[in-house]
Protein backbone atom coordinates (compact mmCIF):
# COMPACT_ATOMS: atom_id res chain seq x y z
CA UNK A 1 0.00 0.00 0.00
CA UNK A 2 1.87 3.05 -1.42
CA UNK A 3 1.34 6.66 0.93
CA UNK A 4 1.13 9.63 0.23
CA UNK A 5 3.39 12.22 2.09
CA UNK A 6 2.88 15.91 2.30
CA UNK A 7 6.47 17.75 2.09
CA UNK A 8 6.19 21.53 3.15
CA UNK A 9 8.52 24.42 3.00
CA UNK A 10 10.20 23.90 -0.22
CA UNK A 11 12.56 26.59 -1.87
CA UNK A 12 10.28 27.70 -4.53
CA UNK A 13 12.63 26.87 -7.35
CA UNK A 14 12.03 23.52 -6.32
CA UNK A 15 10.40 21.46 -9.12
CA UNK A 16 8.13 17.88 -9.58
CA UNK A 17 11.57 16.02 -10.55
CA UNK A 18 13.73 17.58 -7.69
CA UNK A 19 11.44 16.48 -5.53
CA UNK A 20 11.26 12.83 -6.65
CA UNK A 21 15.03 12.48 -6.68
CA UNK A 22 15.26 13.52 -3.31
CA UNK A 23 12.56 11.12 -1.79
CA UNK A 24 14.16 8.67 -3.94
CA UNK A 25 16.88 8.36 -1.74
CA UNK A 26 14.75 7.03 0.96
CA UNK A 27 13.55 4.57 -1.55
CA UNK A 28 10.97 4.09 -4.84
CA UNK A 29 8.70 7.21 -5.85
CA UNK A 30 5.82 6.19 -7.05
CA UNK A 31 5.27 9.74 -7.95
CA UNK A 32 6.15 13.59 -6.90
CA UNK A 33 4.13 16.78 -7.34
CA UNK A 34 5.00 20.29 -6.44
CA UNK A 35 1.66 22.75 -6.20
CA UNK A 36 1.95 25.92 -8.12
CA UNK A 37 -0.40 28.51 -7.89
CA UNK A 38 -2.60 28.39 -10.79
CA UNK A 39 -2.83 31.95 -11.58
CA UNK A 40 0.78 33.02 -11.63
CA UNK A 41 2.31 29.29 -11.74
CA UNK A 42 4.87 29.65 -8.83
CA UNK A 43 5.31 27.16 -6.77
CA UNK A 44 3.58 27.59 -3.75
CA UNK A 45 6.88 26.02 -1.55
CA UNK A 46 4.91 22.63 -0.44
CA UNK A 47 4.34 19.42 -2.39
CA UNK A 48 3.19 15.49 -2.16
CA UNK A 49 5.43 12.89 -2.80
CA UNK A 50 3.89 9.15 -2.64
CA UNK A 51 6.24 6.39 -1.66
CA UNK A 52 5.68 2.80 -2.93
CA UNK A 53 5.53 1.04 0.70
CA UNK A 54 4.87 1.93 4.48
CA UNK A 55 8.16 1.21 5.20
CA UNK A 56 9.74 3.53 2.56
CA UNK A 57 7.54 6.18 3.57
CA UNK A 58 8.51 6.06 7.39
CA UNK A 59 11.97 6.08 6.20
CA UNK A 60 11.33 9.34 4.26
CA UNK A 61 10.19 10.45 7.25
CA UNK A 62 12.92 10.02 9.28
CA UNK A 63 15.12 11.20 6.79
CA UNK A 64 13.91 14.08 5.80
CA UNK A 65 11.52 15.79 8.36
CA UNK A 66 13.39 19.08 10.24
CA UNK A 67 16.43 18.38 7.57
CA UNK A 68 18.00 21.40 5.56
CA UNK A 69 17.45 21.31 2.00
CA UNK A 70 18.74 24.37 -0.25
CA UNK A 71 18.85 26.25 3.04
CA UNK A 72 15.54 25.65 3.89
CA UNK A 73 13.90 22.94 7.07
CA UNK A 74 11.19 20.24 5.32
CA UNK A 75 8.26 19.48 6.92
CA UNK A 76 7.86 16.45 5.94
CA UNK A 77 4.69 14.36 7.51
CA UNK A 78 1.78 12.01 6.19
CA UNK A 79 -0.78 13.60 4.01
CA UNK A 80 -4.36 14.12 5.49
CA UNK A 81 -7.14 13.15 3.16
CA UNK A 82 -7.87 16.34 1.20
CA UNK A 83 -11.16 18.30 2.40
CA UNK A 84 -14.15 19.20 0.71
CA UNK A 85 -14.39 22.95 0.08
CA UNK A 86 -17.69 24.67 -1.04
CA UNK A 87 -18.16 25.90 -4.53
CA UNK A 88 -17.74 29.16 -4.98
Known sequence: MAT????G???Y??????????FAQAGTVTSAKVISDKYSGRSRGFGFVEMASDE????AIEMFHGKD???RALVVNEARPREERPQQ
Do not use: H, I
Not at 13 to 22: E, M, V, Y
Open 69 to 71: YQG
Open 13 to 22: DTDSDALGQL
Open 4 to 7: NLFV
Open 56 to 59: ETKK
Open 9 to 11: NLP
